[in-house]
């Protein structure tokens, strides 16, 4: 069949409802309030000035039957600005696809955006890096931080979503803080005499076959190193909420803290001018559309 009538556009928020249906039909383990809530997000979040809020679609006269959602951020690296976009859902009606690639070329025209797929199934690993992208995470280490010790001279903060200020914290991170507190995510700061710490966490259940334990991910921390030394304190704080486990995002086992290292699942990508740092997913889709 000959479509004459698609066109690849930004996606506006009055195209939310119908994005929405058509995510649900192509990601049958999703249901439709899933996709409207990180819509929503993305409507009220805010993008760097030039970019699309929500990302591109393929219009068949005014149906969509295509859509790439792309989250833009602006990261501060060093002294310079960086425009970070996760490469977020993608789906096409399989009636579709031969204007599948409309989609992928319009989203990474930019030369200065690092690009991120964070969520990359394994089968498609081989076909990213021919596309130019680099893997800049190779694994998960599932740690048990209840197991590390806890010092006497830390104590620990749940940092409440309406907060306005945290003592030892810059206005940037209290903002972030605040901000996913806001998305239903856990903000933590352990302090000690070396200083304020800041954490973000999400819940979510690592599947193994059948079973499926509750569990958290580690979204933010500054280093590997600072949720070692604080991991007993945060460790003991989800005991009591339920949770034994934190995914991190790692290169290899964390010293210091008891786990298990897998390369089989976790890998993540980039592509552009800036590698991510390790340990940082805020503001991705794992945060404005859940795990």
Request: hydrophobic letters at 35%; proline letters at 8%; one cysteine or more.
């Amino acid at each position: 069949m000959i479509h004459t009538k698609v066109r690849c556009r930004e996606i506006t928020e009055s195209d939310a409802d119908a994005i929405a249906d058509l995510l649900t039909r192509g990601f049958v383990g999703r249901s439709r309030d899933y996709w409207i809530q990180g819509l929503r997000r993305q409507a009220f979040r805010p993008v760097p000035e030039g970019y699309p809020r929500f990302g591109y679609m393929l219009d068949n006269d005014g149906t969509p039957v295509g859509v790439l959602l792309l989250i833009y951020t602006e990261r501060r690296n060093g002294e310079e600005t960086a425009i970070q976009c996760n490469l977020s859902s993608w789906y096409v009606d399989p009636a579709y696809r031969n204007y599948a690639p409309l989609l992928t070329k319009i989203a990474q025209r930019h030369k200065d955006v690092t690009y991120l797929n964070i969520s990359p199934a394994p089968w498609t690993w081989p076909i990213i890096e021919t596309q130019g992208f680099r893997a800049y995470c190779r694994g998960i280490f599932f740690s048990v931080p209840a197991l590390a010790r806890v010092p006497r001279w830390s104590d620990i903060e749940v940092v409440s979503p309406h907060a306005k200020t945290i003592e030892g914290l810059s206005e940037a991170e209290t903002e972030l803080l605040t901000r996913h507190a806001r998305y239903n995510c856990l903000s933590l700061v352990c302090r000690s005499p070396q200083g304020t710490f800041p954490f973000i966490l999400q819940p979510v259940r690592i599947r193994r076959g059948f079973i499926a334990p509750p569990a958290m991910k580690l979204i933010y921390c500054r280093s590997a190193a600072e949720y070692a030394a604080c991991a007993g304190r945060i460790g003991r704080l989800l005991l009591r909420l339920g949770k034994i486990a934190v995914a991190v995002d790692s290169d290899g086992p964390i010293p210091g803290l008891v786990g298990i290292y897998t390369e089989r699942r976790g890998r993540k990508y980039f592509k552009g001018p800036h590698r991510p740092q390790l340990g940082d997913l805020t503001d991705t889709e794992l945060v404005l559309y859940g795990p």
